[in-house]
Structure formats: structure tokens, C-alpha cells
């Protein structure tokens, strides 16, 4: 029976995860959940909730415990789900908010409020990873923590041999919503991908049952903006949002489809222009998500429980826990993840950070090589972006101001070195607490 140490416990992605571990308790049995968290607050709010939802699902003879401290949270764990996010949502509405006050894209892990978090998500993950060298060295890391590309390398680059998996959940939730908008079934696909994180394309979706690649008629579909997005995941405009930019995106590029995230790069005007400068997504998950998760809590305190746990989990957990037990049962899963080339896109720098489709076993990943060379202009859009990444992660490790401001000036989303320069001081004055000095 597995020990699952959830880093970053207090998120409201923490119930889902959970969820998705106790409907799949065959494939992988539990002795034990551990949340870690440094905010003692949130993490006993989830505790509560999972220690509700145990008793609940008829689990009680799970432990379930809440520590602030990384030797009680790691030692002898098995695996370790980690979803930090360093600074919290009031840091996400700086990293936001801080380019939209200079007309660029304010986005949490696209643009400068990507590169902004990264500096300070590296930190912490690097914690992380050194803690589990420390307590747990045999243990899996399963990696969420934003923004991944950067993150990965900086793990790269400190800790090679770390037994870490670094996923998104976003090319699942792309073939997701286009086979529940156009009647397909997402489990016959085996898609191929390529891209670095948060920008990639998809240039075939086999279908299994089907017998054919529908990645044509699916861009076909979109082009005619066929959609019907309002049936899907009621009440989520960022999905409507997220679909109609994929729309976009092949209407002008009808040879692959896209990761919606490219929407940060190839039309950051159109971006800006419908974002709120004042109220951004940051805002949107506090008021929502954040405040019905310490609602829950505090009901669950007081012994209201009645209809508690009503809410919609998503697909994010159920990915979590396929790859855990691709691991312990050998079980060969195939996933987009984030590794380093190394030649699986043949044309691109072998130390790039990309996310390809990889299969997953007992010793590990296995990611695949495309073969065939990628075109121009993916190429070119790639080679920039892992430039940008990578002077972004070497300003880090070295304390390069020079650095940070190459990487903050080659960001596609950035229009000139003057913008560049003063958002990156921006960043530096809010950051001062979370980031190296420069
Ligand atoms: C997707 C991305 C994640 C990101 C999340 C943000 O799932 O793959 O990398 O963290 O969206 O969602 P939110 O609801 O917090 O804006
Ligand atoms: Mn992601």
C-alpha cells in the first residue's frame, strides 16, 4: 500500500486529486495521504476536507495527516504530487497584472508573468526536489508545479537523476473538449504532439475504434466553428474562451492544431484587448475556487455536511493517478510530458525542454522520437521561446541581471528591450521576498 505526499496541499486541486486516487483504489491501494504545505491555515482546511471525504467514501482506514514540517511529510513516502505555487494567488495577480499595466499579455505562465513566477516557482520546487533526496530519495515526484518548462530545467540542470515526472493537464483537457463538443471519445486517441510546454501542436489524433487519423476533419470542424461549447463543462468561460482562440489559431495555420496557449503568442493584441487590467483570472479563482474551498472547510468545522463535497472535480486528478499507477503496475500509458529532447524532435537543440508523447512503466518514461523534422515555423517560435526559458533559468542559478533581461527581452510577448526593462524592474521590486538577487 502506497504513501502519497500531496506538496502544496492546501490547493483547491486537492479534493479532485483525492477523489481520483479513491475511485481507482485497485490500481492503486492507500495506506496513507500526507499534505505538505508551508500555509498551516489552508492546510488544515484541506485536511478537514479530506478527512471528510474518507470517512464519506468508506475509506477511513486511510490515515490522513497535515504537516508544515518536509522531514514528517517525506520520509518513507512512495509518491509525492507536487502542486506548489510559490507566492500564492496574490503573486499570480502581480505576475498578471504587472505586464497588463504595460499593454503586454499578463498571463500566469505565458509572457513576463510566466517568466515573473518562474524565478520564484524555482526556488521552491528545488526545495522540494532536495527535500526528497533527502527523505524519500526511491520516492516518484509527479510534477504540476507551473511554470514546467522552467521549472524542469532548473531540476535538470540541479538534480539530473531525480525520479520526477513533470506533466500538464492541458493537452488532455484540449482533446477533451474537442471530443465531447464534436462526438468523439478521447479514450480510443493516440494523438502525436509536439511542442515545449503550454506551446505545442498536435499534427495527428488516430483513433483507434475509427480507424483513421481525425486530426483533419476535427480542424475541418473548428474552422466552420461548429461549436457547442456551452453544453461542456457548464459555467467555464475559459473553456468557451480556449476553444474559440483553437479556432482562430487553425483558421490561419489550418495544418495542425493548437495548444490554445499559443494564443499568448501569435495574438497577444487580441489577448490584451479582452483582458480587464483590473480583474484577471487571479481574481476570478479567488473569489471562486479559494472561497468555496474555505467555505467547505468551514462547514465541515461545524458540522454542516449536508451536500458538502458537490462539485465538479475535472479530469486533472484521474491524470495524476493514471501516471502513478502506470509506475507501480508497469502499466505503459501513453502521456504528452515534459523531458528533454534529446532527439525525439530531431531539428531541435538535444537540451531543450519539450513536451512530446511518452509512455510510462516500471523503470520509468520512455518519451518518443517523432522522427520526422518539425517545420520553420514551429521551429523558429520553439528555438526563441527555449532561449528565452533557458537565460531565464541561467540568470537564476548565476544572479544575472544582464541575464534576466535578455530572457525578458527575447519573450515573444515583448515588444521591445525598453518595455522589457521596465517590467522586469517591476518584477524585481514585487518579487523581493521570492526571487535571487539580481
Ligand atoms: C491548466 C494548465 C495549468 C494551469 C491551470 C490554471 O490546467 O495546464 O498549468 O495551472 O490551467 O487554471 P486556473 O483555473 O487556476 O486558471
Ligand atoms: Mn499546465
Not at 532548473?154 to 492541458?170: G, L, Q, S, T
Not at 467547505?296 to 462539485?311: E, H, P, Q, S, Y
Request: some cysteine; glycine content about 6%; overall charge negative.
Amino acid at each position: 500500500k502506497q504513501i502519497i505526499t500531496i506538496a502544496g496541499g492546501g490547493s483547491t486541486y486537492t479534493p479532485g486529486i483525492i477523489q481520483a486516487v479513491l475511485n481507482n483504489s485497485e490500481r492503486l491501494p492507500l495506506s496513507e495521504i500526507r499534505l505538505y504545505d508551508i500555509d498551516a491555515q489552508r492546510n488544515e482546511d484541506m485536511y478537514l476536507i479530506i478527512q471528510y471525504m474518507l470517512e464519506k467514501e468508506g475509506f477511513s482506514d486511510v490515515v490522513i495527516s497535515s504537516t508544515e514540517d518536509p522531514e514528517v511529510a517525506f520520509t518513507g513516502c512512495d509518491f509525492i504530487f507536487s502542486q506548489i505555487r510559490v507566492g500564492g494567488l496574490k503573486m499570480r495577480e502581480k505576475d498578471e497584472k504587472i505586464p497588463l499595466s504595460h499593454g503586454l499579455v499578463g498571463q500566469e505562465t505565458c509572457g513576463l508573468g510566466g517568466f515573473a513566477y518562474g524565478m520564484r516557482s524555482m526556488s521552491g520546487l528545488l526545495e522540494i526536489v532536495g527535500y526528497v533526496q533527502k527523505y524519500a530519495p526511491e520516492a516518484w515526484i509527479l510534477n504540476y508545479t507551473n511554470p514546467e518548462s522552467i521549472v524542469s530545467e532548473a531540476v535538470r540542470r540541479r538534480y539530473p537523476k531525480a525520479k520526477m515526472i513533470n506533466a500538464c493537464d492541458m493537452t488532455i483537457s484540449i482533446e477533451e473538449t474537442i471530443a465531447i463538443n464534436y462526438g468523439y471519445d478521447r479514450k480510443n486517441w493516440i494523438p502525436t504532439y509536439y511542442g515545449l510546454n503550454h506551446f505545442g501542436w498536435y499534427t495527428a489524433i488516430y483513433d483507434k475504434k475509427l480507424k483513421r487519423d481525425v486530426m483533419p476533419e476535427i480542424i475541418e470542424k473548428l474552422n466552420g466553428q461548429e461549436m457547442q461549447v456551452a453544453d461542456f463543462n457548464a459555467g467555464d468561460q475559459t473553456w468557451q474562451e480556449a476553444f474559440s482562440m483553437m479556432s482562430v489559431i487553425t483558421k490561419n495555420f489550418p495544418q495542425n492544431i493548437p495548444n490554445n496557449y499559443l494564443e499568448y503568442y501569435l495574438y497577444p493584441d487580441m489577448v490584451i484587448e479582452h483582458s480587464d487590467k483590473n480583474y484577471t483570472r487571479a481574481n476570478m479563482v479567488m473569489e471562486g475556487r479559494e472561497k468555496n474551498t474555505k467555505e467547505m472547510a468551514k462547514k465541515i468545522r461545524n458540522g454542516v455536511t449536508k451536500d458538502v463535497l458537490n462539485f465538479n472535480f475535472g479530469e486533472h486528478g484521474q491524470y495524476i493517478v493514471d501516471m502513478a499507477t502506470s509506475l507501480l503496475n508497469d502499466e505503459r500509458r501513453r502521456f504528452m510530458l515534459i523531458v528533454p529532447n534529446q532527439g525525439a524532435i530531431p531539428n531541435l537543440r538535444p537540451d531543450a525542454v519539450v513536451e512530446v508523447p511518452a509512455y510510462v512503466g516500471a523503470t520509468g518514461v520512455e518519451p518518443i522520437s517523432l522522427r520526422e523534422p518539425i517545420c520553420d515555423f514551429h521551429k523558429g517560435m520553439m528555438e526563441a521561446q527555449v532561449a528565452a526559458e533557458k537565460l531565464l533559468v541561467d540568470a537564476y542559478f548565476e544572479g544575472s541581471y544582464q541575464k534576466a533581461l535578455q530572457a525578458f527581452t527575447l519573450n515573444q510577448t515583448v515588444p521591445n528591450a525598453r518595455v522589457a526593462k521596465k517590467v522586469l524592474d517591476e518584477m524585481i521590486e514585487a518579487n523581493k521576498e521570492y526571487w535571487p538577487e539580481l
